[in-house]
């Protein structure tokens, strides 16, 4: 799976990045929030894993906004320190997909990531007959010009 990983800290992206290798994942880091959406928006990734909290002008949310206001539909797991209920929520109703709090335990990191790209492959798996037809990776729904499918 290519995995762009966006953090500025050093020892958590060497723990993630070190991580998802061991597990095959293929691994590209960035560690600002500039180079981040710049790779976010202008390549294809199975899944993006995204601190909130990024040095400069650009911070996760800011990316997050713009990569679904691209209509881009990658998975995104969205990692960070800031752990209250307001803002796990602020950042899913943001775009993300999922929500890991800062410390976390690498296993459980893996089993969302696992999880995440689940969600994403059933959805792309989906076949259909129709002539205009659009997919939704967010609630995994088919419609075709005349209805849900």
């Not at 723990?15 to 294809?44: F, K, P, Q, S, W």
């Not at 679904?68 to 960070?80: A, E, M």
């Not at 893996?110 to 798996?125: D, P, Q, W």
Request: glycine share 10%.
């Amino acid at each position: 799976m290519r995995c762009l990983v966006i953090e500025d800290e050093a020892d958590t992206a060497r723990y993630i990045c070190n991580g998802l290798e061991e597990a095959g994942h293929t691994i590209t880091l960035v560690r600002d929030g500039v180079g981040g959406l710049h790779l976010a928006t202008n390549e294809r990734w199975d899944i993006i894993i995204l601190d909130r909290m990024l040095p400069g002008d650009v911070d996760g949310l800011s990316i997050l906004g713009t990569i679904r206001n691209l209509g881009k539909t990658t998975p995104v797991l969205i990692l960070s320190a800031l752990a209250s209920l307001d803002e796990r929520v602020r950042g899913l109703r943001g775009g993300g997909d999922d929500y890991l709090t800062k410390p976390f335990a690498f296993s459980e990191l893996l089993a969302r990531v696992e999880a995440l790209a689940r969600r994403g492959a059933t959805c792309k798996s989906a076949v259909c007959a129709g002539k205009s037809t659009k997919t939704s990776r967010r609630n995994c729904s088919i419609r075709s010009a005349a209805s849900a499918i």
